[in-house]
C-alpha cells in the first residue's frame, strides 16, 4: 500500500500545475480542489488501513545515491495520515466554494496540493533527509500561501516572520537529527532506532527537538509566528495550518521523542508539562484578548497545542516510571485531541471564513446578529464552539477528559516534581478549559447574536453550498466524536501499542459503548447514554411543555429593564466581554491597563476609554533578540568593507586555525 | 499510615498551615490577629497532642505556654496596639492577594519536597511534623516580606516562632528549661518591638515600613 | 434490574421534584432570620405554575439559540443532577458518567445560557455573560483541585465510589477532606449565584449577574430557567452531602449489587436513605440560608480573591494527602 500512497501524495504534488493556468480560474479551482478532494479521502483510507497493520519500508533511489530515500508506513504515521488527510479533504470541499471569493487564484492554487503533498511526505519519510526536505517544502509552501494576499497591510511581516520561524525550527531539527545519527551518520529512521544516543547528547537532541517542533507547532515562547501567520492566509489554509500542520508538528515530535530517542528522562517530561500548560492557558488568554475573528481562532490552536502537549508530557512522565497503562492513556489522549482539534478547528476557520465571505470582515466589532442570517453555519460553528470549549456530549471533552484521568493516575509517580506538577497542570487544564469557553461565548456570541452592527452584517448571506455541506461534515464529526469515543480509542491502541509496547483495554465490547480507561471503579464516561439523554430530556420537556403548558408566544420589543436602545452600539463588544477576565487574569501577565478620560463638568466633549495589553514574549522574549542581533550585524557590517588584504588575512587565519585545531585534537 | 494518633497530627499540623495560607489571604489587620490567635491554639492543640502521644508531660506544659502566651496574651496585647496606634485596617501589601498565595502554596510544595526525603529515616509524625513546620516558618517570613505594615510583620515573626515550635514538639520535645527561655526570649523580642512600634508612631506618624526608608541615610 | 431501573427513575424525579421545595426552605430561613414570615415552602412550585401558564413575550430579535436555549439548559443541568447519588450510591446508570463529566454537563448548561444572555443584544445580557464567564473561569480550576484531591483520597472520580469510600472505616479524620468541603462549599456558591458570589434575589441591576443573562425571559422559558437554578442548587448540596456525609446513603458496593439484595430488606434500606437524604437537606437549606443572611455580597472583582482561596485550599489539601499517603 505504501507505493500507493507515495504515488497519490506525488500526483496530488503535481496537481498544482493545473492551478497555473490564469486563463480558466473557474475550471482550474474546480480541478485542482476536486483532485486534492479525491487524493484526500483515498490517502484518508490509506491511513486507517495501515493503523491495524503492520509497519511496511520502501527504499526509493532519490536524493543522496547511496542512502536513497526511506519510506515507512506504521500506525503512528497512519494515524496523522488519517487526521492530515481528513483535513485536507475537508478544506478543499471548502475551497471548491470558498475559491470562488479569491482575487487572486493562481497565488493560491499553485501552492495548494504542494502543501498538502509535504505534510503527506513529512509524515512518510524515514530518514532525516527526506524528512527536513519534505519539513522545508511544507514550510515554503504554506509560506507561499501565507503571503498569497501580500498587498494586505500585515500580511507581508507576518510573512517574513513565519520565515524567520520556520528556518529556526529547521535549523533546530536538523542539529537534533545530527545528534541522533550519532558519530556514524546514518540518517535512516531505523539506524537511528538501533543506536540511540545517551546522556548529553541524547538531552541535548530531546530540547532541540522540542524547540524544533514547538516552533512548528505553536508552543510557547516559539508561537509569536502563528497568530501572525495563520490568520493571513485564505481561510480553508487557515483551517489546514491550524488543524493540520500543527498536528505535523505534533507528529514529529512524537517520532522523534517517542520512538527515535525511547525513553526520555523524568525531567523532560517535567519540561513538557510546564511548557505545555503555560502554553493552554497563556494562548487562551491571548485568544480571549482579540478582536479579529481569525486571530482569535490562531491564538486558541496555540491552547490546544498545550492541551496536546500536556498529554505528551504524561505520556513521557508515566513512560519514564515504567508505566505503561497510564503512558498508553496519556498518549491515547492526546492524540485524540490531536484528531478532535483537527475537526472542531477546521470547522471554525470555515465558519470564520464564511463569515468573511458573507460579511467582508473579521473584526467582531463589526459583526454581530448574523444567526437570523446564516442559519447553517451559525449552527455549524455553535456545534464547534461548544465542542473546543469541551462540552459534553461533543468530542473535544472527551479527550480533556481523558487528559485528566491520566492526571488522575499520577499518585503512582514516585518524584516529587511531578507530585507539585501534575496537580498544577491539572488546574491549569481546567482553567484553560473553562477560559476556551469564555473565548468562544465571546466569539460566538458577538458575531453570530445581539444586533448586526454594521450594514454589511444586517445585509449578510448565506454562503454556498459546498462551504455549508463541509462545515455540516465537520459538525457531525464534532458529535460523533463525543458520542462514540471507544471508537477512536481502539482505533489508537495499535498507535500505543508500537510505541509503548501497551495499550488500553478494548472499549468497543464494552455495554453501552462505555469508555473506561483503566477500571470501571476508577472512572468512566458515557457519551452515549449522555446524549441519549439530554435528547430523551430535552425531548421530553418540550412535549410536555407544550401539551400540558401554555404555547402562546407573544413578540415585543426588547425588555431590558425598560430602557432598550435602538443602536447597536450599545451592545457589549469583543473588547467588553473580556473585561472582567482581563481585569482578572491579564492585569499581571499581559499588563493590560485601562485609562478613562473623563471630560470636565460641562464640556461635551466625548469620555474616551484607552486599553493596552502587551505581549511579554515580545516585550522580553522577542525583541531583545531582534535588538541583539541587529547591533551584531551593524558591528560586523564594518566588515564588508575592508581591504582585500585583509579579507586574505583573515582566510588565512582561518585556515590555520582549523589547522591547529585539528592538530591539537587529532 | 500510622493510624489514628497520625492522622490527629497530621490534621492539626495541617491545619496550622492553613491558618498560615489564611494571613497571608487577611488583608485586615484585626482579622489577621484573630487567625494568630487561632494559629497559636492549632499549635498548642497540636502540642498536647504531642505530649500524648509521646507520653512526655512536661510537653503539656509548652502546651500551657503556647496557649496562655501565644494564643491569649499576646493576640490581646497586638489588638490593644492596633486600637491605641488607631491603624488604619487595611494592610497595603506589596504585592496582590492571588500571587502571595501561589507563592505560599509553592513553598508549602517547596518545604515537602525538602524535607520529607531528608528525613526519610525519622518516624512518620515527626517527619510530616517537621516538613509542614517548615512551611510554617517560610510562609511567615513571606508575610514579612510582602507586608509593609509593622504590626502585620510582627505577626509574621510570631508565626514563624509557632513553625519552630511545631518542628521542635515533633522532634520528640525540647527541654522545658529551653523552651521556657524561648518563650520568654519571644516575649521580649514582643515587647521591644511594641516599644518600637510606639516609637516609630511618634516620631513619623505612621506604622507604614515604607516611610522610614524615606528616613535611612542611605536615600540621602 | 427492574428494581434498580425503577430507583433510577426514582431518583430522576425526586431531584426534579425536591428542587423547588429546596429553593422555598432557603428561602424560608433567611426570611426567618429578617423576621418576616416569608412566603410558604412551597410557593416556588406556584411560581413554576403561574409562570408556565403565561405567554412567552419574545423580543422582536430573539433567534431561535433563544428560544431552545431553556430547554436545554434544564436537559444538562437534569442529566447532571440524575447522575448525583441522592439516597443511594452506585444506581444503575451512575457509571455514565464521573464527577469530571457532571461539572461539564453544568458547563454546558451554562455556556448556553451566556449565549441565550447574548442572543438579544442588551447591555444587561452582556454584562451577566461576561461576570458569568469570569467566575465559571475562576471556580473550575478550584473544582478541578477538589477533585483531584477526593480521586487521591478515594481513588476514583466516580462520585458513587467516592461517596462508598467515605462512608467505609478507611476514610478516618481527615485535614484534606476537611479542606476539600471548604473549597467545594465556596465553588458550590459560586456556581449557584449564591451569596456573596452574586444575590439570587437582587433586581438593583448591576449587582446581579445569574439574573442579568436571564432578564429577557418569560413564561415558560423562565420556567424551566428557574427549574434549572433549583435543581443545580439541589446537585450541589447533594454532591457534598454524599461526599462529605454520607451517612444513611445505601452503598452497596459495584453499581447494582444492592438489587441483589433481597426485595423487602433493599427496600427499607432505601426508606432509610431517602429519610436521611431529606434530614441533610434540611440541614443544609438552614446552613445556606443562615450563611446568606450572616454575611454580605463581595463586589465582582473580590471573587477572584475568594476563589482563588478555594483553589488553595484544593492545592493544599492534595499537597497534604501526598505527606499522609507517602509515609
Same mark, same amino acid.
Given at each position: ?666 | ?8 497530627? +497530621? ?5 496550622? @498551615?492553613?491558618?498560615?495560607? /489564611? !494571613? =497571608?489571604?487577611?488583608?485586615? #489587620? *484585626? $482579622? %489577621? ?54 491603624? +488604619? ?5 506589596? @504585592?496582590?492577594?492571588?500571587? /502571595? !498565595? =501561589?507563592?505560599?502554596?509553592? #513553598? *508549602? $510544595? %517547596? ?74 526570649? *519571644? ?34 | ?327
Amino acid at each position: 500500500m505504501l507505493p500507493l500512497v507515495l504515488a497519490g501524495t506525488a500526483v496530488l504534488l503535481a496537481s498544482g500545475l493545473a492551478g497555473l493556468r490564469r486563463a480558466a480560474p473557474d475550471a482550474a479551482r474546480r480541478i485542482v480542489y476536486g483532485s486534492s478532494l479525491g487524493l484526500c479521502a483515498a490517502l484518508a483510507l490509506a491511513g486507517l488501513a495501515a493503523l491495524g497493520a503492520p509497519p511496511t519500508v520502501l527504499r526509493l533511489p532519490l536524493f543522496v545515491p547511496w542512502v536513497g530515500a526511506w519510506f515507512r508506513l506504521d500506525p503512528l504515521a497512519g494515524f496523522f495520515l488519517f487526521v492530515v488527510n481528513l483535513g485536507g479533504a475537508g478544506a478543499s470541499l471548502y475551497g471548491l466554494g470558498y475559491g470562488r471569493h479569491e482575487p487572486t487564484p493562481e497565488r493560491v492554487l499553485a501552492f495548494y496540493p504542494a502543501f498538502l503533498a509535504a505534510m503527506n511526505l513529512v509524515l512518510l519519510a524515514a530518514d532525516a533527509f527526506g524528512f527536513l526536505f519534505a519539513w522545508e517544502l511544507m514550510s515554503v509552501t504554506s509560506w507561499a500561501l501565507v503571503v498569497a494576499h501580500h498587498h494586505e497591510p500585515g500580511n507581508r511581516r507576518a510573512g517574513f516572520l513565519y520565515l524567520l520561524m520556520a528556518t529556526l525550527s529547521g535549523l533546530a531539527l536538523l542539529l537534533a537529527f545530527g545528534l541522533l545519527a550519532g558519530p556514524a551518520g546514518d540518517y535512516g529512521f531505523a539506524a537511528m532506532r538501533a543506536a540511540r544516543p545517551a546522556g548529553g547528547a541524547a538531552a541535548l537532541a530531546l530540547l532541540l527537538a522540542l524547540a524544533g517542533t514547538g516552533a512548528k507547532a505553536g508552543l510557547m515562547p516559539l508561537h509569536a509566528w502563528l497568530p501572525e501567520a495563520h490568520p493571513a492566509a485564505p481561510s480553508h489554509v487557515s483551517a489546514l495550518m491550524s488543524g493540520v500542520m500543527t498536528k505535523v508538528a505534533v507528529y514529529a515530535f512524537i517520532r522523534i521523542v517517542f520512538d527515535l530517542l525511547g525513553g526520555p528522562p523524568w525531567w523532560a517530561a517535567v519540561v513538557v508539562l510546564a511548557l505545555g500548560g503555560a502554553t493552554a492557558v497563556l494562548g487562551v488568554l491571548q485568544a480571549l484578548l482579540q478582536r479579529d475573528l481569525k486571530r482569535l481562532l490562531a491564538y486558541s490552536t496555540v491552547e490546544n497545542i498545550g492541551i496536546v502537549f500536556i498529554g505528551l508530557g504524561l505520556a513521557m512522565a508515566f513512560r519514564a516510571d515504567g508505566d505503561p497503562i497510564g503512558a498508553a492513556l496519556a498518549l491515547t489522549a492526546a492524540l485524540f485531541h490531536v484528531f478532535n482539534h483537527a475537526v472542531f478547528k477546521s470547522l471554525l476557520f470555515y465558519g470564520a471564513g464564511a463569515v468573511q465571505a458573507a460579511t467582508g470582515s473579521r473584526d467582531m466589532d463589526a459583526l454581530g446578529g448574523l444567526i437570523h442570517r446564516m442559519r447553517l453555519t451559525s449552527f455549524a460553528v455553535l456545534v464547534g464552539c461548544g465542542a473546543i470549549s469541551a462540552l459534553p456530549p461533543l468530542n473535544g471533552f472527551v479527550s480533556e477528559w481523558l487528559t485528566f484521568q491520566a492526571i488522575l493516575l499520577h499518585p503512582d509517580l514516585p518524584q516529587w516534581g511531578f507530585k507539585v506538577m501534575l496537580p498544577a497542570d491539572g488546574a491549569l487544564l481546567a482553567l484553560a478549559a473553562a477560559l476556551a469557553a469564555a473565548c468562544f461565548v465571546k466569539a460566538y456570541g458577538i458575531t453570530f447574536l445581539g444586533r448586526p452592527r454594521s450594514q454589511a452584517a444586517a445585509t449578510a448571506m448565506e454562503v454556498d453550498g459546498f462551504s455549508r455541506a463541509t462545515m455540516a461534515g465537520f459538525a457531525a464529526l464534532c458529535l460523533l466524536g463525543g458520542i462514540f469515543p471507544g471508537v477512536m480509542i481502539d482505533a489508537l491502541a495499535p498507535v500505543a501499542h508500537a510505541l509503548l509496547g501497551t495499550r488500553l483495554p478494548a472499549q468497543l465490547a464494552l455495554p453501552w459503548v462505555t469508555v473506561v480507561p483503566v477500571a470501571a471503579a476508577r472512572s468512566s464516561y458515557n457519551g452515549l447514554l449522555i446524549f441519549l439523554f439530554i435528547a430523551t430530556a430535552t425531548s421530553l420537556t418540550v412535549l410536555a411543555i407544550h401539551r400540558f403548558a401554555s404555547h402562546a408566544v407573544r413578540r415585543s420589543p426588547a425588555w431590558d429593564c425598560g430602557f432598550p436602545d435602538p443602536s447597536p452600539a450599545t451592545q457589549y463588544t469583543a473588547d467588553s466581554f473580556a473585561q472582567p477576565i482581563r481585569r482578572v487574569f491579564a492585569a499581571s501577565l499581559f499588563r493590560a491597563r485601562e485609562v478613562v478620560t473623563m471630560p470636565p463638568p460641562g464640556d461635551t466633549g466625548p469620555a474616551t476609554i484607552e486599553k493596552t495589553f502587551c505581549d511579554p514574549f515580545w516585550d522580553w522574549g522577542y525583541a531583545p533578540v531582534a535588538g541583539w542581533i541587529d547591533r551584531a550585524a551593524t558591528t560586523l557590517n564594518v566588515l564588508q568593507f575592508l581591504t582585500i588584504r585583509r579579507y586574505l588575512s583573515f582566510v588565512f587565519l582561518a585556515l590555520v586555525t582549523l589547522l591547529l585545531a585539528v592538530a591539537l585534537w587529532g | 499510615m500510622g493510624g489514628f494518633g497520625f492522622d490527629v497530627a +497530621h490534621m492539626l499540623a495541617g491545619l496550622l @498551615v492553613l491558618a498560615s495560607l /489564611t !494571613m =497571608l489571604y487577611q488583608d485586615r #489587620l *484585626v $482579622a %489577621l490577629i484573630n487567625v494568630l490567635a487561632a494559629h497559636a491554639l492549632i499549635l498548642s492543640a497540636s502540642v498536647a497532642w504531642q505530649a500524648h502521644l509521646q507520653g512526655a508531660p512536661d510537653l503539656y506544659v509548652t502546651a500551657a505556654i503556647a496557649f496562655g502566651f501565644k494564643a491569649v496574651f499576646i493576640p490581646w496585647a497586638l489588638r490593644r496596639i492596633v486600637r491605641e496606634l488607631g491603624v +488604619h485596617r487595611e494592610i497595603e501589601t506589596v @504585592v496582590g492577594i492571588g500571587p /502571595t !498565595m =501561589l507563592a505560599g502554596i509553592g #513553598l *508549602v $510544595a %517547596l518545604s515537602l519536597e525538602v524535607m520529607l526525603p531528608v528525613t526519610a529515616a525519622a518516624d512518620p509524625v515527626a517527619r510530616q511534623d517537621i516538613a509542614l513546620a517548615l512551611s510554617v516558618v517560610l510562609i511567615g517570613l513571606l508575610i514579612m516580606v510582602t507586608r509593609r505594615n509593622a504590626v502585620s510583620q510582627v505577626v509574621g515573626f510570631l508565626s514563624i516562632d509557632n513553625g519552630i515550635s511545631l518542628a521542635a514538639t515533633g522532634a520528640r520535645g525540647m527541654p522545658l528549661v529551653v523552651e521556657i527561655s524561648v518563650a520568654f526570649s *519571644v516575649l521580649v523580642a514582643f515587647i521591644v518591638i511594641g516599644i518600637f512600634l510606639f516609637r516609630i508612631r511618634e516620631r513619623f506618624d505612621t506604622v507604614d515600613l515604607g516611610a522610614l526608608d524615606e528616613f535611612s541615610g542611605e536615600r540621602q | 434490574m427492574i428494581l434498580s431501573l425503577l430507583v433510577q427513575g426514582v431518583q430522576m424525579s425526586l431531584v426534579l421534584l425536591a428542587a423547588p421545595l429546596l429553593t422555598g426552605a432557603v428561602r424560608k430561613v433567611k426570611a426567618r432570620w429578617q423576621r418576616r414570615r416569608g412566603a410558604s415552602v412551597l410557593q416556588p412550585y406556584r411560581d413554576l405554575r403561574r409562570l408556565l401558564g403565561k405567554d412567552v413575550v419574545l423580543a422582536e430579535n430573539a433567534s431561535w439559540l433563544f428560544r431552545t436555549a431553556p430547554y436545554l439548559i434544564f436537559a444538562f443541568t437534569w442529566v447532571a443532577a440524575s447522575l448525583v447519588p441522592t439516597f443511594a450510591a452506585g444506581l444503575i446508570f451512575s457509571w455514565t458518567g464521573d464527577l469530571i463529566a457532571i461539572i461539564a454537563l453544568l458547563g454546558a448548561a451554562r455556556f448556553m445560557l451566556t449565549l441565550a444572555g447574548m442572543d438579544i443584544g442588551t447591555a444587561f445580557g452582556g454584562i451577566g455573560a461576561s461576570r458569568e464567564a469570569m467566575i465559571a473561569a475562576l471556580a473550575e480550576p478550584a473544582m478541578l483541585m477538589i477533585i483531584i484531591a477526593l480521586a487521591l483520597m478515594a481513588g476514583s472520580s466516580q462520585l458513587s465510589t467516592i461517596a462508598e469510600f467515605m462512608a467505609s472505616s478507611a476514610a478516618g479524620p481527615r485535614v484534606s477532606a476537611a479542606l476539600a468541603l471548604v473549597a467545594f462549599v465556596i465553588v458550590a456558591l459560586a456556581e449557584n449565584a449564591r451569596i456573596p458570589v452574586d444575590n439570587p434575589a437582587t433586581h438593583l441591576e448591576l449587582t446581579m449577574v445569574h439574573e442579568a443573562m436571564v432578564l429577557e425571559y418569560s413564561g415558560r422559558h423562565l420556567a424551566m430557567i428557574e427549574l434549572a437554578a433549583a435543581l443545580k442548587l439541589l446537585l450541589m448540596v447533594s454532591a457534598i452531602a454524599c461526599i462529605f456525609g454520607p451517612i444513611g446513603l445505601v452503598v452497596a458496593g459495584p453499581a447494582g449489587a444492592a438489587a441483589a439484595a433481597p426485595g423487602v430488606a433493599a427496600i427499607g434500606a432505601y426508606t432509610i436513605g431517602a429519610a436521611a437524604y431529606a434530614g441533610k437537606l434540611a440541614v443544609a437549606a438552614v446552613l445556606l440560608g443562615t450563611f446568606e443572611s450572616a454575611i454580605a455580597k463581595m463586589r465582582v472583582f473580590r471573587v477572584p480573591n475568594l476563589l482563588g482561596g478555594a483553589l488553595m485550599l484544593g492545592l493544599l489539601a492534595t499537597l497534604l494527602l501526598f505527606v499522609s499517603r507517602g509515609l
